[in-house]
Structure formats: C-alpha cells, structure tokens
C-alpha cells in the first residue's frame, strides 16, 4: 500500500515495538505492536482475556473492549440482538464513525453507502448474500470460476518461472496480483483498468491500515482525501453499470443489473448495484492476496511442509485453512456494539461499548487450538478458524478466496520443487493497522522439472 | 459425529480430492460448552429492541443453519467441517 498525498505515514511504517513481556507492555494498536500479536495475544489469553479501553465505545462517555477468547467470539457473532452491528437497522443514536462492517464495509462507506447496501435487517442480510454474492463469490458460485483462476495462476507462474537466478518479490509478483485478476474478471471489468483500481482499493482499506486505535480513526484531512479516491471510484463504477446495463455480458455487474431481487420482489437501482460492488472490491483483494504471502512465508518457513503438499495436493486444502487460521489477514475489527450491560468472564461491559473481535487471538487460542502456532494439517476443527467471522454475517467472499488460495498452493506446489527465502533479503514486516499484510517477500526458487515456461 | 473420513472424497472449490483414507480426529464440541457471558436483562431487552428489524419475519431467531452455512453444507461437507455441530457434539469427549 502506497502512502497519501496529504497524509506521511513514514514514521508510522517504520515504527518498532518492544515485544510485550507482561500485561502492561500490551497494546495491540500501537504503531509498530502488529509485529509482536502472537506474544500479546497469549498474554491477554492468561491475564486479561476482556481488555477495557477507555473512552473508546460507540459515545464518549463509553468504553472499547478487546475480546480475544474464541468461545467468546464464537458466542457473540451468534447473538446479534445483544451485540447488533453499530448503526445497523433497530441502533439508532450509535454513531457509525470510525466503525466497519465485518462483511468488509468501511465506516465512511458504510455511512454513505447505508441505504443502498440492501441489508437494513438480518432476514435481508442472508437473502443479499443467499440471492446477490453467493451465486459469484460465496461457496455456490466460487467453484465455477476454477479454470479463470488456475488460468490467471499460470500466468503470473509463466512471468517469473524461467527467470535467471530464479528470485521473485512474491507479493507484488503474485499474491497481490492474483485476487485483483481474479475478482475484476468476475466484476466483468476492464483488465487494463487493473492499475487505477488497486489504488481505489487501497483507499477502500485505507482505514483499516492507517486508521488509528481500534475504532480504525482517520483524521478529517485523510478522511477528505480518502472520500476523494472513493468518489472517483463510485464514478467509475457507475460507468461500469451503466455500460453492463447496454452491453451485458457473463459478469457479476450485469448479473446485478438484470436479477429479480426475490427478497424485495424487484429489480434492483444502479445506486444498490453499487452498493454491492463496493463490498465485492473491498472484500476481494487485500485480505486475499494477505493470505496467499502469509501461506508462502509458512511454506518457506517448513520446508518438509511444501514437500507434503507437492506430494499429496489433497492436502492443500488443509494448509489453507491453517495458514488462514495462522496468520488472519483481518486480525480484529471493531464490529459489535453491547446493546445492553454484559459480562464477559466477570469483567463488567455496559451498554453502549463497543467490542473490538480479535480474530486472530481467538485463531491462536491453546484452549481452542492446541500448539497453535504449529501448522497441523490434521487438525479436527480446521474449517472452524474465525478468520471469515462466523454467524448470519460470516464473510460473503469466503469461497472465491478459498478457490484463490487452494489453486495458487496447488499450482506452486506442482510447478515448483521449493520456494525459500532469499537469505538476508527479508525483514517480514508488516503494514501498520488491524490487517496483518507482509510488505513484501523476496523468495528464491526451484522449477520443476517438466514444468512449462 | 459423523464419520470425517466420508468427507474425504468429497468434491469441492479446491476440486476433486482423492478418495483416500484418512482418519480425523473428532472436532470439540462448542454446543454445550459453558458461556462466559451473562446478559442482566433475563428478558433479553435487546432482543425487543431490535426484534423488529433483526428478527426474521415469523418471529424465530438465526440458527446455525441460516445463511451460507446450510448451503455450505449441502454443496460440501469439507468446509463445514467443525463448523456445523452435530447433535452427537454434546456427546462427544472433544478431541
């Protein structure tokens, strides 16, 4: 991610964190701490599983709460009347300011975008997913996308395989690549429009990288500058379905402009066609691409690791859900709101405080998860990782990055006989905020023999 | 608990994976488990609340089977693996 016009976050990239020893060394949102979670999380897990932050709920006047316990979470995204979503239908007077959505709205967005998003109620909710995402990017419509996919794969493969010495930066050369080729093909948009698109995308998880505390809070110059990335951006979209609603074709953009709506009986207006695009392409990109440079630093890191899965592809399904599990590209959002007092494993939590869901504690949560650092292909609960959130709100685009990861590690493995770090060229770290992407990741690698060019 | 290894075979987004043997452990069991939370209103005051708009229409709450996850189910047992509990979870001794 590039940094702003108006905003210099240099220091804030470069910031370094002493490694938390006890409970007061923990602050997950301080600059730099991103690289030092797992040991805060296994200090939190013992000493203080539900962590006050004061003054940080939905008003003043109210606290923030980090629950990082997977059975917590686990209970919470299943009680959505006494933990609704701030600013969802049914909370009025609970600002939206500086929130976000767990299905991938940003909080600016999702205010401007509120009326349009067709979800103003659980019922609806499922119906937008069942009816408008599934059928392109959920568990239904994801697997028909196979041969786009592995086509693209092979494509970035082809680019560096045959290169002398055999190096890649794997990010820029493959993990960020893939989702955006992927997920603008399915939107049905311009392949050369893939450069502009990656920088509005950029200023769609803008928050949740340069945002501060948990609430993910930009200043009111970055949020001008933000709203004007995203302006373009709605502009160019409504372009793109004014252009489908004329020129239809086999994309997800037109599926939206012609589709009945069976839950409101209707078809459905450009501004709610937008709506739904918006989360598509926020949704899309990052977090994947986070995933697959995730699941290449663990590879890297077990060698005997990328051997198993070369030699046993069925395998690669169960790695991807532990490198999900792992090293969860969204680690934490600020996405329930306590709509009424609460405890939580005694700690008191009154009404109105907001409860920031560390997904990526309860992911590395011993109680949950034995030896949770480890990658265990045979773990019993693999599928049961709260990286996609859980509940009536679980995310709506599992099954396209699930599709993404498990052919991009199917293809490698094939292709390649190792992928290792270049020695001495890796710093592994990440950007600042709530998501936990590498920078970058210089490899080094071995083609297969027979393996095509 | 149904027998994991049924699902081995099972086709799915990673595509058709080998019908090989393979034995899994039971998942834990999270139906049943004991909530750390406690809610002071018995009444559940949040759910009248926000009954009317949170609620489905006939009045019943989301179950485990709403949204994606019953369609997960049926496409793929895979992904649902530890995520749909089964009614002999409160049986099972966990992992």
Redesign the interface.
Known sequence: MTTSEASDYTELINAVAECPMNLDDVDLFAPGAQEHWQEAYKILHTESPVQRIPGEGSTPDTDGFVIT?Y??I???V?????F?QPG????EGNSTAGMSTEDGDSSALADAMALNTLR????L??AH??ELT?PWV???G??RH?PMVTKFVDQLIDEWIDRDPAEIEFVEEFAAPLPQLVMTTILGWPLEDLEILRKWGQAQVRRFVYGQGHRNIMSDAEELENAKDLGEFMAYVQEQVTHKRNNPGDDMTTFLTQVTYQAMNRKLTDNEVIGVLFGMHIGGLETTQYAIAAEAQLLAENPELFRQLKA?P?Q??FF?EEGMRIHAPTQGLSTRLA???????GVPIPKGSILHLRYGAANLDDE?Y?CPADVDL???????HMTFS???R?C?G??IS??EQ??AW?RLTQRLDSLEFIPGKNDFRHQPGIMLGLWELHMQFTKAAGSGG | MRDERELAGTPGPAGDAPAVERTYRKPPPLHGRESHIRIFDPDNEARRVYGETQRSRDGSLPQEDDGPSAVLKALDPFWTRGIIPEESDSDDDGA
Do not use: M
């Not at chain 1, 969802?88 to 909370?91: L, M, R, V």
């Open positions: 316990k059975q917590d686990y209970d919470i299943r009680d959505p009347w006494t609704p969802f239908a049914g909370t103003p109620n659980l019922e909710h499922k997913r069942i599934d959920g568990a239904t994801a697997p196979r046993d069925s690669v399904r991807a709509a009424k007092d609460v405890e939580i494993r949950e034995p045979a773990r019993p609960n693999t599928g049961r859980q509940g009536i679980v709506p599992a099954g699930r599709l498990n052919i199917e």
